[in-house]
């Protein structure tokens, strides 16, 4: 297992890799692989940096944390009746409505 694990990372270096560099100045070569290892550091970094919200998220998404977070029944009635002024007021709005479709819909104002 470990030599299937290793096999990519021991490819050996051929003609066509060594032609690339060639033309190029070892300043070059250095500001290129800087580069790079700039790069692989800032994935790395995004990386770690997932991996210690998991923990985060895996509190938020379990189902104890849902039970604390949910309302109790007593709690949603007295919303419900908090509210009690606002839905007679929707519920009056809406006969009235009703009460102007009846006149819309009669025969003189077809």
């Known amino acids: 297992m470990e030599s299937l694990r290793m096999e990519p990372m021991t490819t050996p ?56 977070v949910a309302l109790s029944d007593d709690v949603k009635a007295d919303i419900i009746i908090a509210g009690e002024s606002q839905l007679q007021s929707c519920c009056g709005k809406l006969h009235e409505i009703e009460d102007l479709k009846k006149i819309v819909s009669t025969e003189p104002l077809k």
């Open 13 to 68: 270096v051929n003609e066509e890799d060594l032609k690339k560099f060639q033309n190029e100045s070892c300043l070059d070569t250095l500001v290129r692989v800087q580069n790079e290892l700039q790069r692989l550091s800032t994935k790395y970094y995004r990386i770690s940096e997932t991996w210690k919200k998991i923990k985060e998220l895996e509190n938020y998404l379990s189902t104890e944390f849902l039970e604390r």
